[in-house]
């Protein structure tokens, strides 16, 4: 099956800095990948979808200059959490998909903490 | 916003069925329902999906009512690693395929 991965798995921060977490398709060209934050205990909340060469289009209320998106290629897709705070932290899940197969595909999540 | 509503939790007895429902009373003609799960601080997992026939793989089976306003996942044996969150979405083909996902239903196979 199509596999998707997260780099890194845990990220610990400081307040104030920015964070890169890249989600990375495997075994196939993903036209479209999503970002999701979860919180304990809560359903993942979708924040963006991302076209290869495209901007991503935000949910709303989600601040796209804190929340930086970019799928330059059909196997990688980055968020950078910009100028992080405590309550930025959460587990950050990404997915793919391609336009032959509608399923999402998982990343298996980041967890970031922000100190 | 979330289309479906599933119950918060329910128990099943090891080797025995699962069957979780899943309402989404306000589907549109061509809104597929798709099925994942997600155990414990992991990814969520694809299990099944379908748009108006009743469809079975290697992990579940899916059951449409006729009029599309519900469905059910059947597990046929459920083991102690089925115990997940399960999450019924509905994606909507016209809107970017985003999948909106609402609370699931945390199962629990009981040994």
């Known amino acids: 099956g199509a596999v998707v991965s997260q780099h890194p798995s845990r990220v610990i921060c400081k307040s104030g800095t920015s964070v890169k977490i890249e989600c990375r398709s495997l075994d196939f060209q993903a036209t479209t990948m999503f970002w999701y934050r979860q919180f304990p205990k809560k359903s993942l909340m979708l924040m963006a979808t991302s076209n290869e060469g495209s901007k991503a289009t935000y949910e709303q209320g989600v601040e796209k200059d804190k929340f930086l998106i970019n799928h330059a290629s059909l196997t990688l897709s980055t968020l950078t959490v910009t100028s992080a705070h405590p309550e930025d932290s959460s587990f950050y899940i990404c997915s793919a998909s391609s336009t032959s197969s509608y399923e999402q595909y998982f990343g298996p999540g980041t967890r970031l903490t922000v100190t | 916003d979330a289309k479906t509503t599933q119950p918060t939790s329910m128990d099943c007895a090891e080797g025995r069925a699962a069957n979780l429902p899943c309402n989404h009373s306000?589907?549109?003609?061509?809104?597929?329902v798709y099925w994942y799960r997600q155990i414990h601080s992991q990814g969520p997992q694809y299990i099944i999906h379908?748009?108006?026939n009743n469809e079975t793989n290697e992990m579940a089976s899916l059951i449409i009512t006729e009029d599309r306003k519900s469905s059910t996942l059947i597990l046929p044996h459920a083991t102690l690693r089925d115990t997940a969150v399960y999450y019924c979405i509905v994606r909507t083909p016209s809107t970017g395929n985003q999948f909106y996902f609402g609370t699931g239903t945390s199962l629990t196979v009981i040994p």
């Open positions: 379908g748009l108006k």
């Open positions: 306000t589907i549109s003609g061509n809104e597929y």
